[in-house]
C-alpha cells in the first residue's frame, strides 16, 4: 500500500493550494481517508476526513469554512483544497487511509489509521 501526498509548496498569506493524495495497492474505494498536519514543534493534528464515497466530511476547527476535502475514486485520489492560507497553517500535511469506510469522529483519530503519506511540506509566508 502506497499514500503519495504532492502539491505543497511556498504560498502567501491569503493564497491557496490543493494538495492531492494517490493511493495505490488497496481497493481505494472502501477506505476512509485524513488529513493529518504536523508544524515544527508541534504534535500531528487532524484536519479533514473524509468517506468512502465523499458523501460524509468532517473539519477541524481551524479547518472549517477555508479548506475542503474531495476524492475521486475513479483515480485513486483524494484532495485537500486549501484557501484563505495563514501563516499558522504551516506544516507538513500527510494522507492517511482507514480501512473501515467512516467511522465519524474517531476518524479525528491517527489510530483510526492503517496508512500514511510521506507528507507534504506547506509553507505559508506572511
Known amino acids: 500500500v502506497q499514500l503519495q501526498a504532492s502539491g505543497g509548496g511556498l504560498v502567501q498569506t491569503g493564497g491557496s493550494l490543493r494538495l492531492s493524495c494517490a493511493a495505490s495497492g488497496l481497493t481505494f474505494s472502501k477506505y476512509g481517508m485524513g488529513w493529518f498536519r504536523q508544524a515544527p514543534g508541534k504534535e500531528r493534528e487532524f484536519v479533514a476526513a473524509i468517506s468512502w464515497g465523499g458523501h460524509r466530511t468532517d473539519y477541524a476547527d481551524s479547518a472549517k469554512g477555508r479548506f475542503t476535502t474531495s476524492r475521486d475514486n475513479a483515480k485513486n485520489e483524494v484532495y485537500l483544497q486549501m484557501n484563505s492560507l495563514k501563516a499558522e497553517d504551516t506544516a507538513v500535511y500527510y494522507c492517511?487511509?482507514?480501512?473501515?469506510?467512516?467511522?465519524?469522529?474517531?476518524?479525528?483519530?491517527?489510530?483510526?489509521?492503517?496508512?500514511w503519506g510521506q507528507g507534504t511540506q506547506v509553507t505559508v509566508s506572511s
Open positions: 492517511a487511509g482507514d480501512s473501515i469506510t467512516y467511522r465519524g469522529n474517531l476518524m479525528r483519530f491517527q489510530s483510526a489509521y492503517n496508512f
